[in-house]
Antibody, heavy 119, light 107 residues
Framework: QVQLKETGPGLVQPTQTLSITCTVS????????MQWVRQTPGKGLEWMGF???????EYNSEFKSRLSISRDTSKNQVFLKMNSLKTEDTGVYYC?????????????WGQGVMVTVSS | DIQMTQSPASLSASLGETVTIQCRAS??????LAWYQQKPGKSPQLLIY???SLQDGVPSRFSGSGSGTQYSLKISSMQTEDEGVYFC?????????FGAGTKLELK
């Protein structure tokens, strides 16, 4: 069955870089777009960006200058890297699979990884 | 960006009661609207997509309707397991955006 699981550090210092891995099973990354969505106390749920089934990316302009999404299809993994972290980036980070066509939605989500940005 | 406004922010309902949650988009989203349920410590779970299509495995007491900028989620008979926070999400334009959520509690 479809499964997604995020792994990453629980604590990151301000100005440092956040790296999270999403490992998927039950489907192919070459058939689906994969998203990163975060949930913060300040802004709620925010779509951060995605990597298309073909490997190109699309980012929310809110994060564009400091966010990078990539993948390793041989390992069924999607990666998030975000630099210049601030305390406001504290929250839960989810990877999710995108479904739909022109009317997009997220049909499977990982359990999320809690990230605290603090010195 | 398309702004999504949910109402109410919170509500409580008795067992068996009908519950309706509203979501308004800042522009026409042509039924590109999904609803999610989130329970404490869990990730959001898809309930409805395309404004009115029920996701596989979701109980039939959940239904979605609407068009243009106005959408609603209805729970026809409140159950204990329906407690949680409900979010709407527009999937028409980047960046995809979410409502702030409606917290539903059992009265």
């Amino acid at each position: 069955q479809v499964q997604l699981k995020e792994t990453g550090p629980g604590l990151v210092q301000p100005t440092q870089t956040l790296s999270i891995t999403c490992t998927v099973s039950g489907f192919s990354l070459t058939s689906y777009y994969m998203q990163w969505v975060r949930q913060t106390p300040g802004k709620g749920l925010e779509w951060m960006g995605f990597i298309r089934s073909g490997g190109s990316t699309e980012y929310n302009s809110e994060f564009k200058s400091r966010l990078s999404i990539s993948r390793d299809t041989s390992k069924n993994q999607v990666f998030l890297k975000m630099n210049s972290l601030k305390t406001e980036d504290t929250g839960v980070y989810y990877c999710a699979r995108l479904a739909g066509s022109l009317r997009d939605y997220f049909d499977y989500w990982g359990q999320g990884v809690m990230v605290t940005v603090s010195s | 960006d398309i702004q999504m406004t949910q109402s109410p922010a919170s509500l409580s309902a008795s067992l068996g009661e009908t519950v309706t949650i509203q979501c308004r988009a800042s522009e026409d989203i042509y039924s590109g609207l999904a609803w999610y349920q989130q329970k404490p410590g869990k990730s959001p779970q898809l309930l409805i997509y395309g404004a009115s299509s029920l996701q596989d495995g979701v109980p039939s007491r959940f239904s979605g309707s609407g068009s243009g900028t106005q959408y609603s989620l209805k729970i026809s008979s409140m159950q204990t397991e329906d407690e949680g926070v409900y979010f709407c999400q527009q999937g028409l334009k980047y960046p995809y955006t979410f409502g702030a959520g409606t917290k539903l509690e059992l009265k």
